[in-house]
């Protein structure tokens, strides 16, 4: 039976929700964790954030925001634009070459695109930050189901099976009908594998929520009753986590080229 995988995404820079993030994950007994990306950006402990990552994670794939911080900020909004160059600056300031060269290394081969799968797993679970079809940058909205379904179609044609996703911030499954379930609208946040139906899971947000819930964001794929190669993974469940985000509100705003409203939109999970 394969172990449970703990995906995280959109860390943004928020040290505070991910140190209890990975508390709750540890606390689980749960020892395989995976990024989905952004890292970076938006939040004040970039460096610390990184570092959680390597050290906590078994690997983790390329968001817009580590992308922009590596190489250029195109298409961000001014708040995020100013979020990425000082981000540039904070990683830079590193006194330590080696820690300084080894942060970079570890951002810049960040993977686009992985596969997740066990010896015999015919589910292969895809993993990208954004869509299948545009694995950075494209945002899967749960308005799509209704005024682009046509979107989500070319989408799914590039799904096997099941296909997690970070990027909008906010949790849910899409199914191939097409639907998007809310994890408040699953029985015990729970969305169980359907023969015969491909779903996208969107983990939600580890630093910034946007569902209108401050709690930090994580989803755990857990395997089936009885799994087997056919069936090695049976259902994923939303957890919401708690953290203190006055501490996290208050490095922003002592931060000039981080915008308040950064620091705001936390309390209200926005």
């Given at each position: 039976m394969p172990a449970p995988v703990a995906f995280i995404s959109d860390i943004h820079g928020n040290a505070e929700a991910l140190s209890a993030v990975l508390a709750d994950i540890r606390g689980k007994g749960i020892t395989r964790v995976v990024c989905l990306g952004d890292i970076v950006g938006y939040g004040p402990e970039p460096i610390r954030c990184v570092d959680l990552v390597r050290e906590n994670c078994e690997f983790s794939l390329m968001g817009n925001h580590d992308f922009g911080v590596l190489y250029e900020p195109t298409n961000f909004n001014p708040s995020a634009e100013s979020a990425a160059?000082?981000?540039?600056?904070?990683?830079?300031?590193?006194?330590?070459?080696?820690?300084?060269?080894?942060?970079?290394?570890?951002?810049?081969?960040?993977?686009?695109?992985?596969?997740?799968?066990?010896?015999?797993?015919?589910?292969?679970?895809?993993?990208?930050?954004?869509?299948?079809?545009r694995p950075i940058n494209e945002y899967i909205f749960s308005d799509d189901v209704q005024s682009a379904p046509d979107k989500l179609t070319t989408i799914f044609e590039r799904v096997s099976k099941v296909c997690f996703v970070g990027h909008t911030h906010v949790p849910g499954v899409f199914t191939d009908?097409?639907?998007?379930?809310?994890?408040?609208?699953?029985?015990?946040?729970?969305?169980?594998?359907?023969?015969?139906?491909?779903?996208?899971?969107?983990?939600g947000s580890v630093g910034q929520p946007r569902d209108l819930d401050p709690r930090a964001s994580y989803v755990v794929l857990e395997p089936a009753n009885g799994a087997g190669a056919d069936k090695p993974y049976g259902q994923v469940r939303f957890v919401r986590v708690p953290y203190n985000i006055e501490a996290c509100a208050a490095k922003i705003k002592a931060i000039p080229q981080l915008s308040d409203w950064l620091a705001d939109r936390l309390y209200e999970g926005r």
């Open positions: 160059f000082w981000t540039r600056e904070a990683l830079d300031a590193e006194p330590d070459d080696a820690k300084r060269q080894q942060r970079y290394e570890f951002l810049g081969r960040l993977r686009v695109r992985a596969v997740l799968s066990e010896p015999g797993d015919r589910m292969n679970v895809l993993l990208v930050h954004g869509s299948p079809r009908e097409p639907d998007f379930y809310p994890p408040g609208e699953l029985s015990d946040n729970t969305y169980r594998f359907v023969d015969g139906e491909k779903a996208i899971i969107n983990v």
